[in-house]
């Protein structure tokens, strides 16, 4: 329970400089307080500002919602929330902004009140923010799409002809994207060594995709295709996005069809989902697209985001080593290419559709968002501090993802995206 004269809360949830989560960040999330239902919540600092009880106290009365649309605030998911649109989400916002603003004295003075709103972060059990509808993996990044056309197909033609003409992607599987905290037992599968044929058994090749996802926030209708330049409206925001790889089971069966039993058994997305306004200061030009492309992919302006990405491992026991530093930035399709292309032939987007940016990796090795790339393949392992190194992830490593983008002024940040892989499961 916080009372106003926590001492916790003595300068009223006074936030740490480099905290994930000042006031100007205000994310969507979902929370379980011990005890009580899944409800809609934002983080400032580490406290979870749980929405739905400051709804019922009145909060949000004057932004013109009728009954039913305050009742996406108690919602186990936050599809009927981020439904409400655009426009009401901003005044939310803004309205979360003034409750909580230093000098307010909306909330801070009312024990009562305070207690049932909000809580240590320690003390919520983050949900699955959303019910995905359908997810869609691209393959954004030129430095991964080249590394890995090196080291399976053929160095001098890397990248396949139509990789700098379109944003390729597949349509991947959304029973099996969790959210953070949650483990994920190894795979078993079909690989085939190279001196002979296929055989049954756990994956040894399990990997991590650093990868950016983003959630659909308005629907289309059959037929619709979205341009570039309206694409940002239906982009509700954005989290961090493990998507977990079995190298050796892909490698055997991909072909012609692409990825199935390789990718499905586990992607962890990041709880809170930050959205595009909290990361307008952090805009900066993508990579140059030297080849031309179609008219239904040119756009105007700035639609890269400069998110800094962190990944560590933590071996059981041991403390976290961090494997690679990437930034968002590399990403050489825009999510707003991503989305024209997805819909150019009329394909129709649902609220809470997630569509994930494929490995980001940048120009150096440090900056490789896989262990497939950072390993060369597994033909150079990397050294762990307690002596061990790792070509793939073993059982009981714990993989941890970091983004945050940050300037003078603030830092916006994600929080984590963590994942342990367990043994088989018997
Ligand atoms: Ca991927």
Request: aromatic share 10%.
């Amino acid at each position: 329970m916080i009372k106003a004269n926590n001492p916790e809360l003595k300068s009223w949830l006074k936030v740490k400089n480099d905290s994930d989560f000042p006031i100007q960040n205000i994310p969507f999330g979902i929370i379980k307080p011990s005890g009580l239902s899944s409800r809609v919540a934002t983080r400032i600092g580490d406290y979870a500002i749980d929405l739905s009880a400051m709804s019922e106290f009145g909060y949000f009365d004057e932004m013109g919602m009728g009954y039913k649309d305050m009742l996406a605030f108690r919602s186990c998911k936050l599809n009927d929330f981020i439904a409400l649109g655009k426009p009401v989400m901003r005044k939310i916002r803004d309205r979360i902004s003034e409750v909580f603003d230093y000098n307010s004295n909306l909330l801070r003075h009312d024990d009562a009140q305070m207690s049932q709103v909000i809580y240590p972060i320690q003390q919520v059990e983050m949900k699955m923010p959303v019910d995905i509808g359908d997810y869609t993996d691209f393959y954004s990044s030129k430095e991964h799409a080249r590394n890995v056309g090196i080291m399976f197909r053929d160095p001098d033609k890397a990248l396949l002809p139509n990789w700098t003409h379109m944003p390729v992607g597949y349509h991947g599987r959304s029973s099996s994207i969790v959210v953070s905290g949650t483990d994920i037992p190894r795979p078993q599968g079909q690989t085939k060594p190279d001196d002979g044929g296929p055989i049954f058994g756990p994956s040894k090749q399990v990997d991590f995709e650093l990868e950016m996802a983003f959630v659909l926030g308005k629907e289309t209708e059959l037929g619709d295709s979205i341009p570039t330049e309206n694409a940002e409206d239906y982009i509700f925001g954005m989290v961090l996005f493990n998507d977990l790889s079995a190298r050796d089971i892909q490698k055997w069966e991909y072909v012609p069809l692409g990825p199935f039993l390789g990718k499905n058994f586990g992607s962890v997305i990041s709880p809170w989902i930050i959205t595009l306004d909290a990361l307008e200061p952090f805009r900066t030009k993508g990579p140059v697209q030297d080849i031309p492309v179609l008219p239904y992919l040119s756009f105007h302006g700035n639609k890269n985001f400069d998110i800094k990405l962190d990944v560590f491992i933590q071996p059981m026991g041991k403390k976290a080593h961090r494997l690679c530093q990437s930034n968002t930035k590399y990403l050489y399709w825009n999510m707003c290419q991503q989305i024209a292309h997805h819909t150019v032939n009329g394909c129709n987007f649902k609220v809470g559709d997630m569509c994930a940016s494929g490995t980001i990796s940048g120009p150096s090795k440090d900056t490789f968002g896989s262990m497939l790339e950072l390993s060369w393949k597994g033909t150079k392992p990397l050294p762990l501090p307690d002596g061990s190194e790792r070509k793939f992830i073993e059982d009981n490593d714990t993989i941890i993802m970091h983004a945050y983008a940050e300037n003078d002024q603030i830092r916006i940040g994600f929080g984590e995206c963590k994942t342990k892989i367990l043994a088989v499961k018997k």
